[in-house]
């Protein structure tokens, strides 16, 4: 085998082991994020979850992650 075929190989291989790392990172981060939306509390209409944001003073959000309703933390803008 030459070495300009070994080299063809080598890189193909590497190539292949960055597609795989960086797909598996991919995934551990959809799974953090999904991790993180399981410890809040879902909403499954806007309607419920700003129904409950505005009986304790906070916003409802839309999350991209779980396709949920969410609550922020962030405080419900109120005009004296």
């Known amino acids: 085998m030459s070495v300009q075929s070994?080299?063809?190989k080598f890189n193909k291989?590497?190539?292949?082991?960055e597609a795989l790392l960086e797909?598996?990172?991919s995934i551990?981060?959809?799974?953090?994020?999904h991790n993180?939306?399981?410890r809040k509390k879902m909403?499954?209409?806007q309607f419920d979850a700003d129904r409950r944001a505005k009986k304790?003073?906070?916003r409802a959000y839309h999350c991209p992650?779980?396709?949920q309703f969410h609550l922020t933390s962030k405080k419900m803008i109120t005009n004296f």
Do not use: A, P, V, Y
């Open 6 to 8: 070994k080299t063809k």
């Open 13 to 17: 291989e590497t190539q292949k082991k």
């Open 23 to 25: 797909k598996k990172e």
């Open 28 to 33: 551990e981060n959809k799974l953090k994020m």
């Open 36 to 38: 993180m939306c399981l």
């Open 43 to 45: 909403f499954w209409t």
């Open 56 to 58: 304790i003073g906070l």
């Open 65 to 67: 992650n779980c396709f």
